[in-house]
Structure formats: structure tokens, C-alpha cells
């Protein structure tokens, strides 16, 4: 038997010039020849070829005697044995499955048991994500390798499962998909953002050409190899910092370095664990305490209240928030909440422990001064307001005809010190004692 199929030629349509009885036969001819070859009609009607059955399975060539269907005999009947031609076991799971990835292509291999002689094809599944039951079927194959081109940059998952003869369909190579990726095309990839971005894409502010610009705004590009700037646009909201390096007016070099940010901050590189705060608890001076993930100092010895920011409600007086940050400054008022109350913080630079060896303040204004001596040419007060004054010398001089004014808060008794007199006055402000001159 030669592997070509005999052509059946087609049949063409009666003569014209025969008789009417004549043509109806061979129309009818026709039409049942058309049928059996499949050409007319149903395709389940049409008659099936021994090289069909052949290559079906379902019979075998003999190479000693090939059939012949004027001969039959018992050994030439070119049938296959019923019983050894359908195999109803079912495929094993497909081993050694691998997928590796090339530029454009992912090239799957596996292993196929060389018991397992009644494979008929082998199904390739792919799905874009590791998920088997979204996967599609890629395409069948006999063999043990097959070629997916997807293009550069794309990664696939891949399942495959063998079908037998008898179509019995084998379990998939595992549950979770083979993975594979190709790389990416460079030259694709130019060539795709090549002129991507035009005038029209870019802000009003930016699409002039260079040569375009003024003269000024032109002269500035040539020094932007001293330019550093990051920034971060959320919703308008911008935070970053820039070093700039430029000329001055006399053409001296002078650099920049400026930060936008509401809140500017120096940090330790560790931190230490502090305890949280617990109520009735003794704290004395440094000790430190976290609260509502905010970390604070104590500034003098108290049984502990609900800490909050200084000046803002009872007990505030007692603890100063640090959140671990020894320098830090708010160039806008800042909002936190401490203890369930929301608290503004005003801007400023704020430090939490500061060591100046020399200064020069014109104006200050400070809650409270601890220190061991205080040497000044000149206090200039209106009112020294206090509870007590408590020190073994006080030594006035240079004063003027108004003198000293010492007044108590709570009663209005007073003493007035000049150069020349004492005068001591009781809470009614009646003169009570006088030394010097009336």
C-alpha cells in the first residue's frame, strides 16, 4: 500500500444529448456515488476506506500478504485484534517538565515513558497568572518539545497532561504551573519609546525648545551639572530638597541648600526601648515615657498624669515631648494628638538639649532658667515676678531715683529702695517705715 491516496476524480453531469430515462438514471447514479464518497449529503453516510481504518487502528497492513478484499481467508482479514487495539488505562502525570525562556520564545520539554504505547498527543496548557483553572489549552503535540513564541518581556505558566488512544485523558504535571519568562527586547523596546515623548505631552511650561528660551533662562542650563534637586508632588502637597550651586552678583561661586517640608527633623540611628506611661506611677527629672506612639521627657518630679505638650492643660508642666528627635523645626504648625486631644504645635526650631559656647540673643523668651551663676552687666525688668527670691547677697548698684521696688503679690505690701531712703508700705499702701531723707 503506497502512502498517496488514490484521487477520485469528479464525476461530472449526464450528457445533454441523451434521452430523458437515460439522464434520470445517471443523475441518480451520480448522486449515490457522491454520497458514499462523502461529497453529498450527511458525512455520517458516506462509505469508509480501508486506508482509513488503517490509520485509525481499527485494521493493519500485511507486508507478507497484503488484504485483499476478493480473498479473505482466516489469516487475511486486516483487522487488528479487538481486544489489543483499545487500552482503556489511564495516562501517568508527565515528568520532567521544564520551561525556559529565551528572547521572543519559551521552550517546553518532557518525558516520555517508553512504556506508554498507547499515547496518542500530549495537551499544552498556558495561562498568564499561576492559576490552573483560568488556564487555556495552547495546542496539542506528539512529540516531547514545543516552541510558544510570546515576545520579549512576557511570562507564561504552563500545565501538560497526556491523552491516550482510547482519549483517555492523564492528570496534569503538577497544580502549580511551570513557570518561564523571556527578556526583554532592547531594540524593541528604543524602538517603541523612540519619539514617545513629543511637545504634546509635556506641560506649556516645558515645551519650549531650548533655543527658543531667553537669554537669561538659556545662560542658567549651562551650569546644571551644579544642580541636585528631589521632589515629591502628593496632590500639590510638595516635599524635597535641592543643592544648587551658582554666582553671586560680584561672580563669586555660592551653593544652596534648601528643604520644603513642613517638619524638618534630625533622628538618633537607634532607639532605645522606652516604657509606656502607666497613671500613678512616681517619674522623677529625665525620665522618658511613650504615649500614644509619641515619647516624652519629665521635667520635674511628678506623679505621673496624662502627659501632654507644655502650656495646654493641667499637668502639662510636667512633661515635654521629644518624640526622640533632639532638633527638629516646623515650618508650619503642626497637629498631633496626645491623650485623645488634638494639639498644635506653633512653628519653630525646637532642641532638645542645646550646648552654645557663644551667643547673642537681642530678645528671648524663656520659661524658666536653671543655672549655677548668672553674670550680666545689666537686668533691665519692669516687674520680677516671683514666689521667692532665696540668696545670700543681693548687691544693687548704679541705680537710678526710681530704685528698687520690692512688692508682694498677695497682700500689696511693698519696699521701695532708692539711693537715699527705705520706704516700706502696708497692704493699704500707707506709709509705714521711712529711713533716709523725708
Known amino acids: 500500500m503506497t502512502t498517496r491516496p488514490t484521487k477520485v476524480p469528479a464525476i461530472p453531469k449526464p450528457p445533454a444529448k441523451v434521452d430523458p430515462e437515460t439522464r434520470a438514471y445517471l443523475e441518480s447514479l451520480k448522486e449515490a456515488i457522491e454520497i458514499r464518497l462523502g461529497r453529498r449529503g450527511e458525512p455520517e453516510d458516506r462509505a469508509v476506506t480501508l486506508r482509513e481504518l488503517i490509520a ?3 485494521a493493519k497492513r500485511l507486508e507478507s500478504a497484503p488484504f485483499d478484499t476478493n480473498n479473505v481467508s482466516q489469516n487475511n482479514t486486516g483487522f487488528e485484534n479487538p481486544i489489543s487495539i483499545v487500552n482503556a488505562t489511564m495516562p501517568p502525570a508527565p515528568t520532567g517538565f521544564t520551561a525556559s525562556g529565551a528572547y521572543s520564545v519559551i521552550n517546553l520539554s518532557w518525558d516520555i515513558p517508553s512504556n506508554l504505547t498507547f499515547l496518542s498527543h500530549v495537551e499544552i496548557w498556558v495561562n498568564t497568572s499561576d492559576d490552573s483553572g483560568a488556564a487555556q489549552l495552547l495546542d496539542i503535540e506528539t512529540g516531547s518539545s514545543y516552541s510558544h513564541a510570546v515576545g520579549g518581556g512576557q511570562t507564561r505558566y504552563y500545565w501538560i497532561r497526556f491523552i491516550s488512544q482510547a482519549e483517555i485523558v492523564g492528570p496534569f504535571n503538577d497544580s502549580v504551573g511551570t513557570e518561564a519568562s523571556t527578556a526583554t527586547d532592547v531594540t524593541h523596546q528604543l524602538t517603541v519609546l523612540n519619539d514617545a515623548i513629543t511637545s504634546s505631552e509635556l506641560a506649556e511650561s516645558l515645551s519650549t525648545p531650548i533655543g527658543n528660551l531667553p537669554s537669561d533662562t538659556a545662560a542658567l542650563i549651562t551650569n546644571l551639572d551644579g544642580q541636585y534637586a528631589v521632589k515629591i ?7 524635597g530638597f535641592g543643592f544648587a550651586s551658582t554666582e553671586n552678583d560680584s561672580g563669586n561661586a555660592t551653593s544652596d541648600f534648601i528643604i520644603a517640608a513642613d517638619k524638618f527633623a534630625l533622628m538618633p540611628s537607634t532607639n532605645d526601648a522606652i516604657a509606656d506611661w502607666a497613671a500613678g506611677t512616681g517619674y522623677n527629672v529625665g525620665d522618658q515615657v511613650k504615649a500614644a506612639s509619641n515619647y516624652y521627657i519629665c521635667i520635674e518630679d511628678h506623679t505621673a498624669v496624662e502627659p501632654h505638650l507644655p502650656n495646654t492643660v493641667v499637668g502639662a508642666g510636667y512633661w515635654n515631648q521629644t518624640n526622640k528627635m533632639p532638633f527638629s523645626v516646623a515650618t508650619s504648625p503642626q497637629t498631633v494628638t496626645v491623650g ?5 504645635i506653633d ?8 550646648f552654645i559656647k ?3 540673643i537681642t530678645a528671648a523668651q524663656i520659661g524658666s532658667i536653671d543655672a549655677d551663676t548668672i553674670t550680666s552687666g545689666n537686668i533691665s525688668a519692669d516687674i520680677i515676678d516671683t514666689g521667692t527670691i532665696n540668696v545670700s547677697n543681693v548687691n544693687i548698684s ?10 508682694s503679690a498677695d497682700s500689696g505690701e511693698r519696699m521701695e529702695i532708692t539711693n537715699d531712703s527705705i520706704k516700706v508700705y502696708d497692704n493699704s499702701g500707707t506709709l509705714r ?3 533716709g531723707n523725708i
Do not use: F, M
Open 56 to 58: 485509525s487502528g481499527c
Open 233 to 239: 508632588d502628593n496632590n500639590g502637597s510638595i516635599a
Open 340 to 344: 485623645g486631644e488634638n494639639v498644635t
Open 347 to 354: 512653628p519653630g526650631v525646637y532642641i532638645d538639649a542645646a
Open 358 to 360: 557663644d551667643a547673642t
Open 398 to 407: 548704679g541705680t537710678t531715683s526710681t530704685g528698687l521696688n520690692i512688692k
Open 433 to 435: 517705715v521711712h529711713i
